[in-house]
């Protein structure tokens, strides 16, 4: 009995966490995006070398907007391997964190599922791309 209440204690969380965030958010790329009100930070200490390529981790959160953060609100770390050859990003991992920062999920890319994508022109993604690969 004691493990069915704790399987829907944990199902139920598991929903109230998927509920906050949009549908389309259920994946690394969509909880990656910075939303409107949202700030991100790139990390220059994360900068490492992973094989051929460079990794770097942003953290995504409630910006200065005026407004307080919305009750639903998570924090993320995003984890992104960068290509500097073919100047490229892919986003690694995500970890969702709730409001008093304990860790709610992590999501992970399996290597090869995410297509490298060069950033748009003028992007913040652009702007971390070129501070990654300066060295």
Known sequence: MRNRLAALAAAVLIASVAHAQNADDNTPEGQAAV??????RFDSDSIADYGGLRRFEVRVAWGDSGQPAPADHRTRKVRYVADCKANTLA????????RSGMLLKTMLTPPGAAEP???????????WLREVCKT
């Open 35 to 40: 939303k409107p009100g949202e700030a991100a």
């Open 91 to 98: 986003v690694a991992a995500v970890a969702v964190f709730d």
């Open 117 to 127: 994508q060069a950033p748009a022109p003028g992007s913040q993604e652009e702007r």
